[in-house]
Structure formats: C-alpha cells, structure tokens
C-alpha cells in the first residue's frame, strides 16, 4: 500500500500510464493524418497527370481527324499508319541487335577493299624481279600479271557498286569462303541480295554460256558461270542461317575490258553484264527487300565468323 501510494503521489502510477497511452495515439493520430495526406497528393499527382496524357491523347486523335478529313477512307491511310509505326519498331529492335553492337573489328568486313585476296598475293609475290623479266622476255605470261588484271578490273566494279550507297544499298567487299575462294562483291539492297563475279578479259570477245565462258583465243573454256552460281547458293544458306528467315543470294557475271559480250539466251538465272558501266543499272531494282530486313541481313554478313561453316 505504501509503496502504491508513493508512486502515486509520484504521478507514476495509472495516471502516468493514461499519459503514455494518450501521447502515443496522438502520435498514431498524427501519423495516420500524414500519411493519408500523402496518398492524397499521390493520387492527385497521379490523377493530374493522367488527365494531362488523356488531354494531350485526345488533341492528337483530334489532329489526325482534322487532317484526314475529306479524304477517301478507303482504308489505305490505317494501312500506312500501322506500317510506318511496324518500320519503326523494326528500326528500333536492329539499331539495338547485339550483332551489330558487339561485333569486334577484327571479325568486321565492311572495311574490306575491292580485291583484298590479289593484293595479297601481289604482296607476298611481287611483279618485279629478274626471273618475271626473263618470263616476259621469253614471251610467258606470269602469274603476277593476271593477278594485276584482274585486280584493276574488281576495283573498277567495286567503285561502282560504292556509288550504289546513297540509294539504300550495301556493299561488301572480298567476302571469304573457306577454305580458299571468296565473293569479290557482295551487295544487299532494295532489289534483294547479289552476289557480283567479276573478271577482267582485256579487249577480248566473251561468250558466256550456260555453265562456261570463252574469252577470246583461249581454247579452255572457263567454268564462271558455275563457280558464279555456286557461290549464290552459298551466300543464300549462310544468309539464311543467320538471319533466321529466308535469303535469296542471286548470281551476277560482271566483265571488265572485253571488246565485246554475248550471252546464250537459255543463261536465265545469272545476270551478266558486259562492262563496269552497267552496274549503275542494278541500282534501279527494288520491291525485294524492306529496309529492316536490309540491315539485318548486312548486319549479319558482315560477321566474318558468319562466313566460316559456309
């Protein structure tokens, strides 16, 4: 008794216990007021800012109403609308396609020049040197010199394939095939995938058949049209591994310095033509491939590792 006595003259006992107990739901109080006071400017933040959107949606809608009014609606502009925004995506997802962002230098063929395989050659053979100045004297015709002509004649298509650039095209230069040939030209377009053979004849009548060609007084007939062909149908199975859907690699003969070109008429499948001016002409076709599906296809054939299983 004393001792309750004492804590309540203290203001320890019940009473002190009531304080605590109203000090701490007014803290409760308190608290419960703020944070409802925050969820209410939360949810109107939210609100105003989805009435912001749901304004700026509607004057939009509102917009393309006021413009296409008094058009036909035959339902081409829905059309265009919904495949211009199909493009956009489809720009969006390559520009960020790991492919391209993680491709090391080294394995990178765009920088390619025309030719690379004869430079190297030239390089580890050279023209000059007392044995190839017997050979010439003698009336032989070595090695070096054919690789020096026919060099001149890639680097004269692949200038003009460069000049293709600006209509959306894409050219690729010495595309390797193991285990020891290559594609001298590789271009990726509007007008689909080529595959450009080039070879230099100089002031020489061609023939070209339906599997060789003839250049001249040479008796052997040589198989171009065939290593032509077969090259396409690689460069098709590689495209289309790697890109995931189907590439149609199409064959092209180009002659560089040929006095004159005749083509069997049954030589359906290969594209000739007859010097380095008609290469302007493959600039014009179009209507094979959509600008996404030509970056992703150049893209990909620009992997060398790409090439390797070919």
Not at 81 to 101: F, G, N
Request: charged share 35%; with cysteine.
């Amino acid at each position: 008794m004393d001792e309750w006595r004492n804590r309540a003259a203290d203001g320890t006992g019940s009473g002190g216990s009531e304080e605590d107990r109203e000090s701490r739901e007014g803290r409760e109080s308190r608290e419960r007021r703020e944070r409802q006071e925050r969820r209410e400017r939360r949810t109107g933040r939210e609100s105003r800012a989805s009435r912001e959107n749901r304004e700026s949606r509607e004057n939009r809608e509102s917009r393309v109403s006021r413009e296409d009014r008094g058009r036909p609606d035959d339902g081409r502009l829905s059309r265009s609308r919904e495949v211009t925004d199909w493009e956009a995506k489809q720009e969006t997802h390559y520009a960020t396609d790991p492919d391209r962002l993680f491709l090391p230098p080294d394995d990178d063929l765009a920088p390619n020049r025309p030719g690379e395989t004869l430079r190297a050659r030239l390089a580890e053979h050279p023209r000059a040197g007392l044995p190839l100045l017997l050979a010439r004297l003698l009336g032989r015709h070595p090695p070096q010199d054919a690789w020096r002509g026919g060099l001149a004649g890639i680097q004269a298509v692949g200038a003009e394939l460069d000049r293709l650039s600006p209509g959306g095209w894409y050219v690729l230069h010495s595309v390797p095939l193991p285990p020891d040939t290559g594609i001298d030209h590789l271009l990726i377009g509007p007008g689909g995938v080529l595959c450009v053979s080039t070879h230099y004849v100089r002031k020489a009548y061609v023939w070209v058949g339906e599997e060789v060609v003839r250049a001249g007084r040479d008796r052997q007939p040589q198989p171009y049209v065939r290593w032509c062909r077969h090259n396409a149908r690689r460069a098709s199975y590689v495209l289309t591994r790697g890109c995931g859907f189907r590439v149609q690699a199409r064959p092209v003969l180009a002659f560089v310095g040929a006095a004159r070109v005749e083509t069997d008429p049954a030589l359906r499948d290969v594209q000739v033509i007859p010097d380095e001016r008609g290469i302007a002409a493959l600039g014009t076709l179009g209507g094979v491939l959509a600008p996404a599906r030509i970056e992703r296809i150049h893209t990909i054939a620009r992997n060398r590792r790409t090439w390797l299983p070919a």
